[in-house]
């Protein structure tokens, strides 16, 4: 009797093992391995709570949070584009009183090109109105609908813009680069410029009134030939397009003083023919 529990004492441990290892291996076959899972799904689930995402209606929540966010902070910036646009078109003269109208279509292909304005022949957009944006000139209608206007931009390489250098009045035609900088070809060999003179049109422009800002010199090459250019940084945010403002086209102020002066002699001169 003692050497039996002597021998349990030593190998019931052993066999304590030997028991559980192969009922779990019973109990695994005949349930497939369900008790075990069911047992580790509910260890392992409230970990999972804690380290997983949102539940589907959490995240379609939050989507929708997203989505008001997104469109309360776009319509505050169009509000603020908007006021400061009217604020600056109230400032103009009555009489010479800009549309507002906002680009509402710009192809990628023709980005630097043309944009499409959502006003048109009904709100009295004529063909050869001038556009501004905050920085100076934009372009010029091109052609008008009833309700919608499209623009040539002067970043399109077939604009063509007479301007001045502000700070010497050197003279040359701005022609677009299909980016937002331009090139200058003056008509003079060595004109009086330097970088950072601040370029606007000119009275010799026959499209567009002159004094209108345009941009800054920021390169130059006076060994061109034939005459020499130079790389203007446009100042309107002609990449992106907001809010516009469409003037009338107007002569040039300078151009019919001009013209004035030049018929006093002619005109002193029949007095003189009539009264020698």
């Known amino acids: 009797m003692v050497t039996i529990r002597r021998w349990w004492d030593h190998k019931g441990l052993q066999i304590g ?7 779990s291996a019973w109990i695994l076959r005949q349930t497939q391995g369900a008790l ?3 047992t580790y799904q509910a260890i392992t689930r409230p970990l999972e709570m804690l380290q997983s995402g949102p539940t589907p209606e959490e995240r379609l929540r939050d989507a929708r949070i ?17 006021q400061d646009l009217l604020g600056y078109v109230e400032k103009e003269p ?4 800009p549309i507002p109208a906002r680009v509402v279509g710009r192809s990628a292909d023709q980005w630097w090109q043309q944009v499409t304005l959502n006003r048109g022949a009904n709100a009295g957009i004529q063909e050869g109105f ?4 905050e920085g100076g000139l934009v372009g010029l209608v091109e052609s008008v609908t009833p309700n919608t206007s499209r623009v040539l931009l002067i970043s399109d390489l077939k604009s063509q813009v007479g301007v001045s250098v502000s700070r010497t009045a050197a003279k040359g035609v701005l022609r677009g680069d299909s980016s937002a900088e331009a090139v200058l070809e003056f008509y003079e060999k060595v004109p009086n410029v330097k970088v950072g003179d601040l370029v606007s049109t000119s009275t010799y422009s026959q499209k567009f ?8 010199i920021k390169s130059l090459d006076l060994k061109k030939l034939p005459a020499s250019v130079a790389k203007i940084e446009l100042f309107p945010p002609i990449r992106s397009l907001d809010w516009v403002a469409v003037y009338p086209k107007l002569e040039n102020q300078e151009l019919e003083i001009q013209k004035s002066v030049n018929q006093v002699p002619q005109k002193s001169k029949s007095i003189l023919q009539k009264n020698p």
């Open 36 to 38: 075990v899972l069911e």
């Open 17 to 23: 093992l030997l028991a559980l290892v192969v009922g």
């Open 94 to 97: 009555l009489a010479s009183r």
């Open 209 to 216: 009134p002159s004094g209108l800002a345009v941009g800054r």
């Open 130 to 133: 001038i556009v501004k944006a």
């Open 66 to 82: 997203l989505e008001l966010q997104t469109r309360i902070v776009d319509l505050e910036s169009q509000k603020t584009k908007l």
